[in-house]
């Protein structure tokens, strides 16, 4: 999601993710994935976190939104507070952005070595960003789902920077999830010389182009460079729900001060990041309830708390 947390990542600029040459050996990713991430534009890890912690969230995220897995009554509750970005009610965004186990995902070794096969650098910031609990379109709850870039494609150079989902559920086309546009992606320079000037940079035109349902399962990390154009599939589903984690890299911007602050707040006073992106929980849950979330080293480097050359 497109957030404060997200910007100044013009890391490489003028370099495309998908003209990196590597100059580290592939930890997550084999050959085969490399070539489908730089042609298609996304790429899936699979079992990128295990089982166990797959569960653990799930039971966590049913918790803190007051919902029974077993009473479809409890699942058509609005959103607590409306998002800044109105396209984004009624999408299922759970508002909680730093408890233990959001931050255990991000502190995983295998998730970090696949952004680290993206990026061909170590030297990464983890995003601060939240969970998603969608409930099928019932009981006058409704979401469309839209197609969108989170950066101004307009822009010369293009953006670099990578986008990222875990899924908790293995998901299809009734259920829900990520959808995006790869063939847009693949002939993206060609497809931008051919449209109007005054084109929406955040929202293509998708003729002739098929957008493609992404099916994960339950414990698999699909990562896409941030100029595929994407969106949330609605859940048609009558009575199964979509779970997710947001979590995604970029390269750290450790002399930049204020950010650095910004995203240790958020961590050390269980805050939402600012943004019109994230309205955060009303009822202040993490801060009242559970409280802040312990950093391995590697978590501690993720966020911003101490850097990743030591110094």
């Given at each position: 999601m497109k957030g404060p947390d997200h910007e100044g990542n013009q890391a490489l600029l003028g370099v495309q993710l998908k003209d990196i040459e590597k100059t580290l050996p592939l930890r997550v990713l084999s050959e085969e994935d490399w070539e489908h991430w730089t042609t298609w534009g996304y790429v899936i890890v699979h079992d990128a976190i295990p089982p166990d912690h797959v569960e653990r969230l799930k039971a966590f995220l049913w918790e803190f939104q007051d919902m029974d897995p077993?009473?479809?009554s409890t699942w058509s509750a609005t959103d607590r507070r409306a998002h800044g970005m109105a396209e984004l009610n009624n999408s299922g965004m759970v508002e909680v952005y730093n408890h233990q186990l959001l931050w255990d995902t991000r502190q995983s070794r295998r998730v970090y070595d696949a952004y680290?096969?993206?990026w061909d650098r170590e030297d990464l910031w983890v995003t601060i960003d939240r969970a998603n609990l969608n409930t099928p379109n019932r009981d006058g709850r409704k979401f469309g789902g839209f197609i969108h870039w989170d950066v101004d494609t307009s822009q010369d150079p293009l953006p670099v920077n990578v986008q990222g989902v875990l899924s908790l559920v293995d998901t299809d086309a009734e259920v829900g999830g990520l959808q995006c546009v790869p063939d847009l992606f693949r002939t993206f320079d060609e497809w931008a010389r051919t449209q109007?000037?005054?084109?929406?940079?955040?929202?293509?035109?998708?003729?002739?182009?098929?957008v493609r349902f992404i099916p994960l399962r339950a414990g698999?990390?699909?990562i896409w460079n941030s100029l595929q154009a994407h969106g949330i599939r609605p859940n048609t589903s009558k009575d199964r729900v979509r779970m997710a984690q947001y979590v995604s890299m970029y390269p750290a911007s450790e002399d930049n001060e204020e950010l650095t602050r910004q995203r240790i707040h958020s961590w050390r006073e269980c805050e939402a990041p600012k943004g019109i992106a994230f309205p955060g929980d009303p009822r202040e849950l993490e801060k009242k309830v559970y409280g802040q979330a312990k950093l391995t080293d590697r978590g501690k480097r993720l966020l911003g708390l101490e850097r990743w050359n030591g110094a």
């Amino acid at each position: 999601m497109k957030g404060p947390d997200h910007e100044g990542n013009q890391a490489l600029l003028g370099v495309q993710l998908k003209d990196i040459e590597k100059t580290l050996p592939l930890r997550v990713l084999s050959e085969e994935d490399w070539e489908h991430w730089t042609t298609w534009g996304y790429v899936i890890v699979h079992d990128a976190i295990p089982p166990d912690h797959v569960e653990r969230l799930k039971a966590f995220l049913w918790e803190f939104q007051d919902m029974d897995p077993n009473d479809l009554s409890t699942w058509s509750a609005t959103d607590r507070r409306a998002h800044g970005m109105a396209e984004l009610n009624n999408s299922g965004m759970v508002e909680v952005y730093n408890h233990q186990l959001l931050w255990d995902t991000r502190q995983s070794r295998r998730v970090y070595d696949a952004y680290v096969d993206i990026w061909d650098r170590e030297d990464l910031w983890v995003t601060i960003d939240r969970a998603n609990l969608n409930t099928p379109n019932r009981d006058g709850r409704k979401f469309g789902g839209f197609i969108h870039w989170d950066v101004d494609t307009s822009q010369d150079p293009l953006p670099v920077n990578v986008q990222g989902v875990l899924s908790l559920v293995d998901t299809d086309a009734e259920v829900g999830g990520l959808q995006c546009v790869p063939d847009l992606f693949r002939t993206f320079d060609e497809w931008a010389r051919t449209q109007p000037a005054d084109r929406d940079p955040f929202r293509p035109d998708t003729t002739g182009f098929e957008v493609r349902f992404i099916p994960l399962r339950a414990g698999d990390l699909i990562i896409w460079n941030s100029l595929q154009a994407h969106g949330i599939r609605p859940n048609t589903s009558k009575d199964r729900v979509r779970m997710a984690q947001y979590v995604s890299m970029y390269p750290a911007s450790e002399d930049n001060e204020e950010l650095t602050r910004q995203r240790i707040h958020s961590w050390r006073e269980c805050e939402a990041p600012k943004g019109i992106a994230f309205p955060g929980d009303p009822r202040e849950l993490e801060k009242k309830v559970y409280g802040q979330a312990k950093l391995t080293d590697r978590g501690k480097r993720l966020l911003g708390l101490e850097r990743w050359n030591g110094a």
